[in-house]
């Protein structure tokens, strides 16, 4: 019995892996995707816009 006690621990952790990956995937979209996208959107073009204005800078 002693295989059991050894596999018990891991197929319980598997387990709890596919349910958090399960809820991740599920709560992707939704009503606030658009203000997410639009949030990352606006931080991507803030830093592109430091790094040319350094680049720029620099030149």
Do not use: W
Request: aromatic share 6%; no cysteine.
């Amino acid at each position: 019995m002693d295989y059991v006690s050894a596999l018990v621990p891991p197929v319980v952790m598997a387990v709890f892996f596919i349910g958090v990956v399960r809820v991740i995937v599920k709560t992707q979209g939704g009503a606030a995707k658009a203000k997410e996208d639009a949030a990352v959107d606006a931080a991507l073009a803030r830093a592109d816009n430091a790094r040319q204005a350094s680049a720029g800078g620099d030149a």
